[in-house]
């Protein structure tokens, strides 16, 4: 078979094995919603790939023997059929997993047995990852990445059997494999269950790379929709053709690219923190900024909501910091970026970037759009998220709600009346501005972008005017996309909140993005959601 046409017979195999729209991990009774293999053991259930052991259990720390491991490659592989004598002396011909070794013995996945294939033997780290290299040549995948990674930095790299290593270092480069929280990688330990289940749903991503959306499940309407838009108006003989200048996407922050609510939004937590927490301002804080500050504290413990908050946090951030200059108040930002993240392990706050929605930036990037962020959080805070982030994107594209910047000598005269100065410093005047939410955000398309963009992205009704504002009356085609936020395993997601948002989508036309359904990961492997 044609390398081309066995990665698309492979791929048409995932198409199959994608999670059910419904999926749900409640059925396992030793699975908690906060483990780290939660999803990853909710994906091969979903997939067929793996089945519990019986009374409602998975038993994650159960381990695999060769014949369950080269079963599950074999389901993943679409349940071949192969006309080849089975060279192993303990594999009778009428066990339930000998079509599956006369499988791997004919696609060469499991040549590092020979002769007996001890099928009840539990499976050890290194031979696993050795199975799963042989997989992704098999399937026709770029095993290359593993010539180049450096794997000695591990505690225990010289204890990887004679042979395995190439197979270890294409897992580690391919991030299909991890050390644990010691520096070692475990490669002569028996692989558990819920090691499995993880190192299946990354084989899976590996083997797409070099699809720019490969985070995402084949299932994925939304990315098809994105692809399909994208070569429509790239292609210079289609109607939908829109030159180069014309292509500007939108998108929204929290919710949209960035991790919305831990256990609130970034900008609110920083104020939080200024005003209650840091001993250099605490003291210092106005009543009113304390009032607001501690209205935070209550909503990040009961959920409670007070009206106008959304402005009285603007007003309060825009003092809190007042008479910082720019880069003082940017070195703050990144101070707190380094906080860890409440309900995650593995993550710090300035960490949670939706990662599959990175790529649909640098994708829509690679194909002549200039993207921007129109965010309701503090533009200077926007831009202090994305400093030395992997978005990509220069201040000059980052929109958000505003605040006065002076001279630091220009006091009280107004901007008409002061020239700047040598040696003037910008600092933050103390006074907000706008709130950039809603109909806002369609008025500062309008002043900053100067025309009418042709995707947007949100999550939120706060994005609904921006949605509309895109796709009525468009001279060109146009899509609106809006994130659900429907994983509550990776992601303090809420089910009820995604459902109003799906019943929006479905009324105003716009494209919806299953967080659960459609991404493969969200903040990467070694992330873990822990619970509010």
């Not at 339930?96 to 009840?120: N, Q, T």
């Not at 304390?290 to 009961?302: F, G, H, L, Y």
């Not at 990662?355 to 202090?384: A, C, E, H, W």
């Not at 001279?407 to 009280?412: A, I």
Request: hydrophobic content about 40%; some cysteine; charged content about 25%.
């Amino acid at each position: 078979m044609k390398r081309s046409a066995k990665i698309l017979c492979i791929i048409l195999c995932l198409v199959m094995l994608v999670p059910a729209a419904d999926a749900a991990n409640d059925g396992y009774t030793d699975v908690p919603d906060g483990a780290w293999y939660a999803w990853d053991v909710n994906y091969v259930t979903e997939t067929g790939l793996m089945n519990g052991v019986g009374g409602s259990r998975f038993e994650p720390a159960g381990t695999l023997t060769r014949a369950q491991l080269v079963t599950i490659l074999w389901r993943l592989a679409g349940e071949p059929v192969v006309n080849y004598i089975l060279p192993y002396d303990d594999v009778k011909q009428d066990e339930w997993y000998s079509e599956a070794v006369r499988w791997a013995a004919a696609e060469k996945i499991a040549d590092l047995f020979s002769g007996s294939f001890e099928p009840e033997k539990s499976i050890e780290r290194d031979e696993a990852a050795y199975l799963l290299w042989n997989y992704a040549k098999h399937a026709g995948a770029d095993v290359s990445i593993g010539e180049n990674t450096n794997i000695l930095s591990y505690n225990d790299a010289f204890d990887i059997s004679e042979g395995l290593a190439p197979a270890i270092q294409w897992a580690c480069g391919a991030g299909v494999m991890n050390g644990d929280g010691n520096g070692d990688l475990r490669p002569n330990s028996s692989l558990t269950r819920a090691e499995c289940a993880a190192l299946l749903g990354r084989t899976v991503t590996a083997l797409r790379t070099g699809d720019p959306l490969s985070l995402w499940t084949d299932s994925a309407e939304a990315a098809k929709a994105l692809k399909e838009y994208v070569e429509a108006i790239t292609d210079e003989t289609s109607e939908d053709f829109i030159p180069e200048v014309d292509r500007v996407a939108v998108f929204d922050l929290d919710g949209t690219l960035f991790c919305e609510t831990d256990p609130n939004y970034f900008d609110y937590t920083l104020l939080k923190y200024r005003v209650l927490e840091d001993p250099e301002y605490k003291d210092k804080a106005s009543d009113f900024e304390r009032e607001v500050a501690n209205k935070i504290k209550t909503q990040n413990e009961t959920g409670a909501s007070f009206s106008g908050l959304e402005v009285d946090h603007g007003r309060a951030v825009a003092s809190a910091f007042a008479g910082m200059t720019v880069e003082e108040f940017n070195a703050y930002i990144q101070e707190f970026k380094k906080q860890s993240m409440p309900s995650y392990t593995g993550m710090k706050r300035g960490e949670g970037w939706y990662k599959p929605m990175l790529q649909v930036v640098d994708y829509l990037k690679s194909n002549g759009f200039t993207v921007y962020v129109v965010s309701g959080t503090d533009r200077l805070i926007v831009r202090g998220i994305a400093d030395h982030s992997p978005l990509g994107l220069p201040n000059r594209q980052i929109i958000g709600s505003d605040e006065t910047i002076v001279s630091s000598n220009q006091g009280g005269t107004d901007g008409l009346s002061y020239v700047f100065k040598d040696g003037n410093e910008l600092i933050l005047g103390g006074d907000f501005l706008i709130k950039n939410l809603k109909m806002n955000k369609v008025s500062v398309i309008m002043q900053e972008i100067g025309q009418q963009p042709v995707l947007s992205f949100g999550n939120s009704t706060g994005d609904s005017s921006m949605a509309e504002y895109v796709t009525y009356a468009n001279k060109y085609r146009s899509l609106a996309f809006m994130l659900c936020c429907d994983d509550t395993l990776r992601e303090n997601g809420n089910e009820a909140k995604a459902q109003k948002m799906k019943d929006l989508c479905e009324e105003f036309d716009w494209v919806p993005v299953s967080m659960k359904d459609d991404w493969m990961t969200i903040y990467g492997s070694g992330v873990t959601y822990t619970g509010k």
